[in-house]
């Protein structure tokens, strides 16, 4: 009895409810939420079932639509531009040598990597140079997530003592060999596979060891189910990432992780494939509409009290025929000033040929800023419609400066860097370059690699204030010159202060004193610090 009203007393008891998101987020019952039911899976499933999809969309769009190729060449053009220039900066204090001595190494090694780097030599297939290269790999690594670049060797020769080479190799050739006999039983979509050999897995096409940690990637020899190659069997050659007897790079994957345990990139078009496609869809649907309207301008139709007789509704053969246009449209002309003269009975309709959609606008707009805020790309600036103020527009400007600067750290990372100190280690072992105690100590080593790199400048829509803050930044100890020449425009600050030197010799040479353009420009009192703002700006900034 006491055990019945125990039981009782405890299902009177309040049900506790889950704290935290159970009634928000997480919600099972609120009825938005509780039939969403998304899961997050690991890499391999998220990313990797799915990366097929992804690459073969994300190309449609980086091709086909106009924002899909804007995005991504907006951004290889701020990130990469060009080509990155390499600035060595040796640790000179670590390396025992004085200021001097070390940018005078500096300069011999620029000169040195770009007899290298300029020469089309550096290319497996001699087509581009060093710096073309960059732009290609920075656009695959963007449209296929991740891209690589093999270390090989020729023979030198006499222009060419250097016998690094670069071979490009897009990300769909990097796969796993097909041979169903490795796949492993558990996964349906053949993202992973076990090399029978050495026990490892396989992860489309990289291999990893027991800790996860790569070893080899899987390279066919062609793009796999390629049309134009259908003749030519497809085969996977193992090449390791490292090598056995130095542990140096032999291959260098260019991408950027978001997940631990991802072993292969994501496209940059990813997270707004499908907004994009729709908008596409839209705009074709509307264009479409647009010109069918066109072809049209007017309609003859029969009035209710058409009073025609029998026989002039009848052809030649004295039959109705229902199908016989109401006129006769080759009698009747379109012009300035003509008269034409209908049938009893027949009206005309004109058709509204514009085709203005007051939300279309409005709508592509809001949609194309959300794929540009997806994509860290200010809309200004993605869709190159600057026109709000100085102030708005200089900060659409810094926000995607800071979002190209951040991809340029990433690139010279994965590529550039890594090339730089392949390159350097030939030239040091060859005798081209000297470098006491290179292979001494890795510490030693690491100083004389240290290097940064430059490109493209942000853009400048006042160059007065851009200036006064560039000294600044230099008189607070912020930044210095020659940082502040790479950045702003894209030049070396001792080849400036060498060339300025040599300008001031040639003025003084014809007997003027002053360097000042505005003198040599016929004006005595140049004005210092004008502020283009000022001379029409908006007036939010003065």
């Known amino acids: 009895m006491a055990r019945k009203r125990r039981v009782q007393a405890k299902s009177c008891m309040p049900t506790a409810r889950n704290s935290g998101y159970s009634d928000g987020g997480a919600s099972q019952t609120n ?104 732009s290609i790999i920075y656009q695959g690594y963007m449209t296929d997530g991740d891209i690589f670049a093999v270390f090989r060797r020729k023979n030198p020769r006499q222009d060419m003592p250097y016998t690094l080479r670069l071979q490009i190799i897009e990300g769909t050739r990097v796969s796993n060999p097909q041979s169903d006999s490795m796949y492993v039983l558990s996964d349906p979509y053949g993202v992973e596979m076990r090399n029978t050999k050495t026990g490892n897995r396989i992860i489309n096409g990289v291999e990893i060891d027991a800790e996860g940690a790569v070893v080899a990637y899987w390279i066919s020899n062609r793009v796999p189910q390629d049309p134009i190659s259908s003749g030519e069997l497809t085969e996977w050659v193992r090449v390791s990432a490292f090598g056995a007897n130095t542990g140096l790079q032999n291959v260098l994957q260019i991408c950027h992780d978001t997940r631990p345990e991802q072993y292969r990139g994501v496209p940059y078009l990813a997270p707004v494939i499908e907004t994009l496609k729709q908008v596409s869809r839209y705009t074709n649907a509307e264009l479409t509409s647009a010109i069918i309207k066109s072809f049209f301008a007017l309609f003859f139709t029969e009035s209710a009290n058409n009073s025609a007789t029998l026989n002039d509704m009848l052809n030649d053969s004295g039959v109705e025929d229902p199908n016989e246009p109401v006129v006769d449209v080759s009698e009747y002309n379109l012009g300035p000033g003509t ?138 100890g912020l930044s210095t010159r020659e940082r ?21 010799k040639l003025i003084e040479q014809y007997g003027l004193s002053k360097s000042v353009p505005a003198v040599l420009a016929g004006r005595d009192n140049p004005p210092v610090g004008t502020n283009l703002a000022e001379e029409g700006g908006d007036k939010d900034d003065e």
């Open 31 to 134: 009825k938005s939420l509780k039939a969403w039911n998304p899961q997050k899976l690991s890499a391999k499933t998220d990313i990797g079932a799915n990366l097929t999809v992804l690459r073969n969309r994300s190309a449609d769009q980086a091709i086909n639509t106009p924002i899909g190729s804007a995005a991504i060449v907006t951004s290889n053009t701020h990130t990469v531009g060009a080509g990155l220039k390499v600035f060595p900066k040796p640790n000179f204090q670590l390396l025992g040598i004085s200021a001097d001595e070390a940018r005078e190494w500096a300069r011999k090694v620029r000169t040195e990597f770009s007899l290298w780097a300029d020469s089309k030599d550096c290319d497996l297939y001699r087509r581009n140079s060093f710096y073309d290269l960059q």
């Open 339 to 476: 008269l034409n003269a209908l049938p009893k009975g027949v009206d005309v309709k004109s058709v509204d040929s514009s085709n203005s959609q007051s939300t279309y606008d409005p709508f592509v707009t809001q949609c194309l800023q959300q794929v540009a805020a997806a994509l860290n790309q200010p809309y200004e600036v993605l869709m190159k419609r600057f026109t709000s103020s100085y102030s708005a527009s200089r900060a659409a400007l810094l926000q995607a400066w800071e979002e190209y600067k951040l991809r340029r750290v990433w690139f010279a990372r994965d590529f550039c860097q890594p090339v730089y100190e392949s390159w350097l280690r030939e030239a040091i072992a060859l005798g081209r370059i000297d470098a006491p105690g290179f292979y001494d100590d890795p510490l030693i080593q690491k100083a004389w690699m240290n290097a940064d790199w430059f490109g493209p400048t942000m853009s400048i829509l006042d160059p007065v204030k851009d200036m006064n803050g560039s000294n600044l930044r230099v008189e607070s």
């Open 484 to 504: 502040e020449a790479a950045e702003m425009t894209g030049t070396d600050l001792e080849e400036n202060i060498a060339q300025l030197a040599y300008e001031q």
